[in-house]
């Protein structure tokens, strides 16, 4: 009797024990169902794209928004790859997120990258990540992507960072961009130990010219001569800026002294084909330049105020031996034609 008393109440617990195990498992089934339904209400009602990737970086769950953001629908999306679309530049930034998320490494990342839609246009996407995790087990089972298209505000970023570096007038670099740029490469040619030249511009007797023809004039003038410039600006490295009022800048890495007095002929004979008449500076009534070049291979110890100081020199020596000219670091290089004023 002692026995089989003890085998009923072994029975009597292991048994109270699995229904209140199976009544858990119950709930929390329940639980994971109203969760389930209250995330799809929200994401099915919010307008970012939600979605839901396993761990093989497929798409399990993706919300109607993609639809209206993508070109999408949803039931065409699940299955694929959750990185399909993503421009191959960002494409690395993306899967080096995903995988600290997977790995525990982080709970969640936010990142903005450009992905194609269904149209084969690209549009900027913010996507904030977070990992998701087994009910049961409480292990990493996958991600929440929730998205946004952010080409607007984007395109309205790269805008105002036009707009902080480039001139209003000439749409050239503007003095800050040209300094930084300036800073750039001299420490690029102290590294490689290459050329770099400078070429400072100013239009001769502008002031006579405003005087003469208006500001308006003169505004179309400074822009005419911008025009010529960036059009001199033929490598990635080349810098055209406005350096102020009617002074201007080119930014010539790796080019010697003879690249950079070709560099200034070519302007010189641009500016000539365009005519622009100025009665007020003899002897040819045209607009003209003076130009100071500058050529330096960065050493030890200099920094870059030297070539600026080296060219700005230059461009005195040339308005003070007669204008119309290039002086290269002490060289007069007279265009055919000027003569001494």
């Given amino acids: 009797m002692t026995i089989v008393s003890g085998l009923t109440l072994a029975i009597a617990l292991i048994g109270c024990f699995l229904v209140r195990y199976l009544w858990q498992r119950q709930r929390m089934a329940a639980a994971l169902v109203a969760k389930e339904a209250d995330f799809r209400l929200l994401a099915e009602q ?44 960002d494409r690395p930034r993306l899967e080096q997120a995903i995988n600290s998320l997977k790995t525990g490494e982080a709970e969640e990342a936010r990142i903005i990258y450009r992905t194609r839609t269904r149209a084969k246009s690209e549009i900027w996407v913010e996507t904030a990540l977070r990992v998701t995790r087994s009910a049961l087990s409480n292990e990493i089972d996958g991600v929440v992507a929730i998205s946004r298209d952010m080409t607007e505000q984007k395109d309205l970023q790269d805008k105002l960072a036009t707009l902080a570096t480039s001139d209003g007038l000439t749409g050239l670099a503007n003095r800050r961009h040209f300094d930084e740029r300036l800073a750039e490469e001299w420490a690029r040619a102290k590294r490689d130990e290459t050329p770099l030249s400078l070429l400072l511009i100013d239009v001769d007797h502008f002031k006579k010219f405003n005087d003469q023809y208006g500001h308006q004039a003169g505004d179309a003038c400074l822009r005419s001569l911008g025009r010529i410039l960036a059009e001199q600006v033929r490598r990635p490295a080349d810098l055209a800026a406005r350096y102020g009022g009617e002074e201007f800048a080119l930014l010539l890495p790796n080019t010697g002294a003879d690249g950079c007095a070709e560099v200034s002929e070519r302007v010189r004979k641009a500016l000539r084909e365009l005519g622009m008449l100025h009665a007020l500076n003899p002897p040819s009534k045209l607009v003209t330049v003076s130009l100071g070049g500058a050529t330096n291979t960065p050493i030890q110890g200099v920094t870059e105020d030297a070539l600026v100081a080296t060219a700005d020199r230059a461009l005195y020596a040339a308005k003070e031996s007669g204008r119309d000219r290039l002086v290269m670091a002490g060289q007069v290089i007279p265009w055919p034609g000027a003569k001494s004023a």
């Fill in 46 to 89: 919010s307008s970012d794209i939600v979605m839901r990737i396993g761990l093989d970086e497929r798409i399990l769950y993706v919300s109607p928004s993609c639809t209206r953001v993508l070109g999408w629908e949803p039931a065409k999306l699940l299955g694929t790859p959750a990185l399909a679309g993503i421009n191959p530049e």
